[in-house]
């Protein structure tokens, strides 16, 4: 199934392992084919993965668009999710979902379900905050 993505000026959008900037229009994409595709605001670098569970984030994002160096990736995010789990057992439930995912491949369902788990983090945190 083609994917259209609509491009505002000069936003920035991954696709196969390239980046492309727009132009100073609008522009519409369809991407014929199976790539991993990732636009700018979906997209984590080491400075902005400044959480624990941004960088299982950044991990699952390296696994979906650097496949050569997937078993860095997929060690990099075992040691996380034990860190995470560690510190935050109500955590657990999210991170078995996001392995699953891995496990089957599914790099970009799984980026889905890490957004879910960096707004429970923010959850934890405006909690504890708000407790003190």
């Not at 991407?31 to 699952?60: H, S």
């Not at 799984?110 to 909690?127: G, N, P």
């Amino acid at each position: 199934m083609p994917l259209r993505i609509e491009l505002k000026p000069g936003e920035k959008v991954f696709i196969g392992g390239a980046v492309i900037v727009n132009g100073s229009s609008r522009t519409h994409l369809t991407v014929l084919n199976d790539v991993p595709v990732l636009r700018e605001r979906d997209i984590l670098t080491e400075q902005t993965a400044d959480t624990p569970c941004k960088r299982i984030y950044l991990a699952v994002q390296l696994m979906y668009m650097d496949e050569r160096h997937l078993p860095q990736h997929h060690q990099a995010f075992g040691e996380l999710m034990k860190e995470v789990v560690d510190a935050a057992p109500s955590t657990l439930s999210l991170l078995e979902r996001i392995s699953a995912f891995i496990v089957n491949r599914e790099y970009y369902q799984a980026l889905k379900a890490a957004k879910e788990l960096i707004r429970y983090e923010q959850d934890i945190v405006e909690h504890a905050k708000q407790s003190h």
